[in-house]
């Protein structure tokens, strides 16, 4: 007897092409964070790594679906940046590649900062009333 092994299809997950999930996002940061483990990591993406267009095309109801996660990591400790693929029926990671001298976009956290950052600054403070502008302006500022 043969028996053949098939990815589980997630509950509400109908086709190749449907979003993750809130569960399968939160499974594809807990897999990737524990393939290197660091308090630092932030994730500005967690989406579906969509499948082959042969893949997409060759799909019946009811086939056994694939589910790959592109996790994009960025450590705000030390500026590294990965990006990762979590294959969601096996918790593995599949693929991981360190972004060298790259970083995904912007964190909203990374936005707190550089305005925190420049309101705190003397200089910036100083440039801005030999301008003209008031207390109460720079701090509307944003």
């Not at 979003?19 to 990591?41: C, M, N, Y």
């Not at 060759?58 to 994009?72: K, N, P, Q, T, W």
Request: aromatic share 6%; with cysteine; proline share 7%.
């Amino acid at each position: 007897m043969v028996t053949e092994t098939r990815p589980t299809t997630p509950v509400g997950v109908t086709h190749p092409l449907d979003p993750l999930a809130a569960d399968e996002i939160s499974a594809a940061s807990q897999i990737a964070t524990s393939h290197e483990p660091r308090d630092g990591w932030r994730f500005p993406l967690v989406a579906l790594d969509e499948p082959a267009k042969d893949v997409v095309r060759g799909f019946s109801d009811g086939d056994a679906i694939e589910r790959l996660a592109l996790v994009l990591l960025h450590d705000i400790t030390t500026g590294d940046s990965v990006e990762c693929v979590v294959d969601l029926g096996s918790e593995a990671v599949v693929r991981w590649t360190p972004l060298e001298g790259q970083q995904p976009f912007p964190l909203m956290e990374e936005f707190g900062r550089a305005q925190e950052a420049v309101r705190s600054d003397a200089r910036w403070i100083e440039a801005m009333k030999s301008r003209g502008f008031s207390d109460e302006q720079i701090e509307l500022i944003q």
